[in-house]
């Protein structure tokens, strides 16, 4: 048989013939036939070998056209003797193509064979694949039946049989087949055949999900890229393929991947990168689906292989003016990782050093984009690169700047990660681990005026340095000037060296290393060759300071001339100041303490610089704790608890202020200031628990002092969570009441009487913290030290009001916790009282007299004889006091003054004036006697309270 087989592009085309010699299918046999035909290919196949197929294609054909409707059983018995047929032609194949002296017939009859098996068993797979993805039928199960699922054939798995074929179609792909063409190049229909049916199966979730599917497609692909010049029509299949499918945004990255570094084919990124480059940014904002997967795909592109797509970057670079904000988010994030991956190390060269700038440029000015998700979105980026330590130091105070701005912006979720940014910023400084603006400040001012102190003495020096290059300049010069006016005698010869002016310099060599050959020319007298190389390194650095300042060649030539001479003159003595000074600092000891100085001063002066900043951004942030937002609040809680860590100096305000979001509604918020707390004040990381124990008790201790009433309420509530949650243990409890009994040596009372609240907040949550202690309150609290400190009789009344708290479960009544009449508890604190009243000295007289009579009204058995003996003990201390007030006063009035006062008021008659002062009036009250009537009235209504207390108690109870 003499034809040709012709790869059709779709199965009509193997009816009809176009031609000459070209096969046809002769007939389509009925679907009823294709059992007998199944059984004539299996015979024939068994006597002819692969071969077979040349003869019985028309059944395998009608086949194919009847495949949906076929039984499921006849339908696997065909595609087994399909794939043995072609198994077994790939194990014949390498010794057919290895025969040096086929002829033209043979040839064509083996490509034919090729050609038609391959064609059977991509279509067969991409039938099956098809009828494998079909939505699942579910059977309506009739009534006491469950329902029962559609199956083909549960004999048949569809997964293996794939791979069998996948590993087929390798074989075969990996094979010199190129050689059964003439010309030996395979033909793009048998290529798009073979990798069609790649992409077809990629379609399938369930393929990506395959590793060994995923990486039998891989390689048949990149054998097509490699081999038979598929690249273009594989990156636009790719394109197409993420458009429609998005679950292909990783795979197809890997695929790329493995075609780059284990295929070798880096021109298929850039074939990528340019399709991408060149779609309207029209289309990219309505297809939000096909951009947001072409934008993954970059962004994974750029994780996996950075290096190869940083060489294709300007391509998209335009997709940053695009509308769409994915498409920008996509960009941005390509260059956030190749500055990460490829633009970060220590020995970059002035290219990429120059790219690098490039980059981080575009990314700040992103952080004022349009779109609030791009401005988010570089946010992150930023973040990223500062917590890899990708940002350059002399950049970092700028992106503080900008960052500190967007903390007032109007998106949350911009606001949110900006004091990520932040706080990563904190975090990953290159500082110090303590950033306290006081202290940098101080010892950069002290270090800048040791510095200072150490440069006067070298002026002399510099001096005789200029005068030693300027002499050499003068001569150089000279010369100059002869050479310049021999080159511009002859225009065409000007023009020939300048045509030959590019071969001066190395690709890779940067401005300072020209700098310094062009210095070497000069010294060498090559005066020629450095002007040919100046001309040639303004044209590679334009932008660089030392050339700005030459006229274009277009101006005269006289003034060209003086500005190339300037500029070596520039050079000359910036090189010359250069090598003197490498010498100097080789030489001279005191030189090289001079640069460790100014090293050091230019350090402290960005440390200072770093801490203001941040400084400046704990007011906007401690106005985030009172957002609505809980992203806001989350952030500002992380900042302050780093800023904290990391001794900013205005971090504390913000903590206080945390303090009041123990209140808040929102669980999340309550666990992580409590979190926060912790993590602060509560987690030492000694060892030692005694020491832990000290840390703990100094820690909350300096929380507490300087706290407001406000404050102090909401620590209350985070110490009697700690105690719930056993995070204060017995070992702190026994330290605070170490402190307030001052077992401690140097505890001052401040100290003591801080420990003493600290407990009484504790005994919030566990009563028995001061039930079992109480002996030590009255002996420590109320006893000689009480009649000098009345706060300290006021914070022991209000631990002991603790124990008055009577928590009875509804429907229930238990009777209240009460200490009898005669306890030392009432006769210390009506000592106090009484002999304190009079002490006019002491302003805490009154504040410690509620809480005292709130004592003895919810701890004692008979508070109104306690009260009563406490107000006739008063009313004796003020009447006495009276007595002895007014006798004096009466003791110490002149006669005459006496005698006016014994004379009725209807006379009129006034008192001579003196020129002293007269003494205050016997009629006002006073001070006792007001103290007095306050305690009584509190009294009255202390007994109204606990009366109407009690009879609401007993009508619940009954």
């Known amino acids: 048989m003499d034809f040709e087989f012709l790869l059709p592009m779709s199965k009509d085309d193997l009816l009809n013939r176009t031609e000459a010699g070209q096969y046809v299918v002769e007939e389509v046999f009925p679907q009823r036939q294709m059992p007998d035909r199944l059984q004539d290919y299996r015979k024939t196949y068994k006597s002819k070998g692969p071969s077979a197929i040349l003869t019985c294609f028309d059944s395998l054909f009608s086949m194919l056209c009847h495949l949906k409707n076929l039984d499921p059983e006849l339908k696997s018995e065909a595609w087994s003797i399909i794939l043995t047929g072609i198994e077994d032609y790939v194990d014949h194949l390498p010794a057919i193509l290895d025969n040096g002296n086929m002829n033209s017939h043979d040839r064509n009859t083996n490509l034919n064979v090729l050609k038609m098996n391959s064609y059977i068993l991509c279509q067969f797979m991409e039938q099956f694949e098809s009828d494998a993805t079909k939505p699942t039928i579910l059977v309506v199960p009739t009534k006491g039946r469950t329902k029962s699922r559609k199956r083909s054939n549960d004999s048949f798995d569809w997964e293996t049989e794939r791979e069998k074929g996948l590993a087929v179609l390798c074989q075969i792909v990996h094979l010199n087949i190129h050689r059964l063409w003439e010309p030996p190049i395979v033909e793009e229909e048998f290529v798009n055949l073979i990798t069609n049916c790649c992409y077809k199966l990629m379609e399938n979730p369930g393929v990506s999900r395959n590793k060994t599917t995923k990486e039998a497609i891989f390689d048949i692909l990149g054998a097509m890229i490699k081999k038979y010049n598929h690249t273009l029509g594989a990156s636009l299949k790719i394109i197409q393929l993420l458009h429609h499918f998005e679950h292909l945004v990783s795979p197809l990255a890997q695929a790329v991947e493995k075609f780059v570094n284990q295929y070798n084919n880096k021109s298929i990124v850039s074939e990528i990168m340019r399709e991408i480059g060149r779609i309207d940014g029209a289309d990219l904002s309505r297809d939000s689906s096909g951009t947001r997967a072409l934008s993954g795909f970059l962004v994974e592109l750029a994780e996996r292989i950075p290096a190869v797509v940083l060489t294709n970057i300007s391509v998209i670079l335009v997709l940053l003016e695009c509308e769409s904000y994915s498409m920008r988010n996509c960009v941005l994030s390509v260059i956030g990782e190749i500055v990460i991956k490829v633009l970060s190390n220590e020995g970059l060269n002035d290219k990429q050093k120059k790219d690098r700038n490039q980059f981080l440029d575009i990314l700040e000015d992103h952080l004022h984009d349009v779109h609030a998700f791009c401005r988010s979105k570089v946010l992150q980026i930023w973040a990223n690169i500062v917590n890899e330590k990708a940002i350059p130091l002399q950049r970092e105070a700028g992106v503080v700047k900008l960052v500190i701005g967007r903390l007032q ?231 302050f608890v780093t800023g904290f860590e990391f001794g900013v100096s205005n971090s504390m305000s913000g903590i206080r202020h945390m303090l009041s979001l123990v209140w808040s509604k929102e669980s999340n918020i309550k666990e992580a200031v409590t979190s926060a707390y912790k993590r602060l004040y509560l987690t030492p990381g000694g060892s030692n628990k005694r020491a832990n124990a000290h840390v703990i008790v100094s820690n909350l201790t300096a929380l507490l002092s300087g706290a407001t009433l406000g404050d102090a309420t909401s620590l209350e509530e985070l110490i009697k969570e700690f105690v719930r949650t056993k995070e204060l ?146 009313a004796n201390v003020i009447k006495s006091t009276y007595a002895q007030t007014a006798e004096g006063d009466n003791g110490n009035r002149p006669d005459s003054q006496q005698d006016n006062d014994n004379r009725p008021d209807s006379q009129g008659e006034q008192a001579p004036s003196t020129d002293e002062p007269e003494p205050a009036s016997t009629d006002e009250p006073e001070p006792g006697m007001f103290l007095y009537c306050i305690l009584y009235c509190h009294t009255v209504s202390s007994v109204k309270k606990s009366c109407h207390k009690l009879n609401h108690s007993h009508h619940h109870s009954l």
């Open 409 to 639: 912006d109007k998106s949350s979720q911009v606001r949110k990660n900006a004091i990520q940014l932040v706080t990563s910023l904190l975090r990953s400084n290159p500082y110090t681990a303590k950033l306290t603006a006081e202290e940098l400040k101080e010892n950069y001012e002290k270090e800048k005026a040791k510095l200072e102190g150490m440069l006067p003495g070298r002026e002399g020096d510099n001096t005789d340095t200029e005068g030693a290059w300027l002499e050499e300049w003068k001569h150089i010069e000279v010369c100059l000037r002869e050479v310049t006016q021999t080159l511009s005698d002859d225009d065409e010869e000007e023009e020939e060296e300048e045509m030959d002016v590019d071969n001066h310099f190395d690709e890779d060599e940067t401005i300072q290393q020209i700098k310094q050959t062009i210095y070497t020319a000069l010294k060498n007298k090559n005066y020629k060759t450095a002007l040919e190389m100046l001309v040639q390194a303004k044209k590679l650095w334009s932008d660089d300071p030392l050339f700005i300042n030459i006229r274009q060649t277009d101006s005269e030539d006289n003034d060209v001339t003086l500005d190339h001479v300037k500029c070596l003159k520039e050079l000359y003595k910036e090189c010359s100041a250069s090598v003197s000074t490498t010498a100097e600092e080789e030489n001279n000891p005191i030189v090289n303490e001079v640069t460790k100085q100014q090293v050091l001063v230019q350090y402290l002066k960005d440390c200072l610089t770093f801490a203001n900043q941040i400084q400046q951004a704990v007011p906007v942030i401690c106005q985030l704790l009172g957002s609505k937002n809980i992203s806001d609040i989350m952030g500002a809680i992380e900042f």
């Open 729 to 874: 243990n017995a070992s702190v409890i026994q330290l605070l009441w170490e402190t307030f009994t001052m077992k401690l040596p140097k505890t001052t009372d401040e100290e003591s009487r801080t420990s003493l609240v600290l407990l009484g907040m504790a005994a919030g949550a566990d009563l028995d913290i001061v039930r079992s202690n109480v002996e030590v309150l009255v002996r420590e609290g109320l006893g000689p030290r009480a009649d000098k400190d009345f706060s300290l009789v006021r914070d022991v009344c209000l631990a002991l009001t603790k124990l008055a708290v009577n928590k009875v479960k509804a429907g229930s009544y238990s009777e209240p916790f009460r200490f009898p009449q005669d306890h030392d508890i009432f006769a210390r604190l009506s000592a106090i009282l009484v002999s304190g009243v009079m002490n006019l000295d002491q302003t805490d007289w009154i504040p410690m007299a509620e809480q005292a009579i709130n004592v003895i009204y919810k701890l004692s058995e008979h508070p109104d004889i306690v009260c009563g003996d406490i107000i006739k003990s008063l």
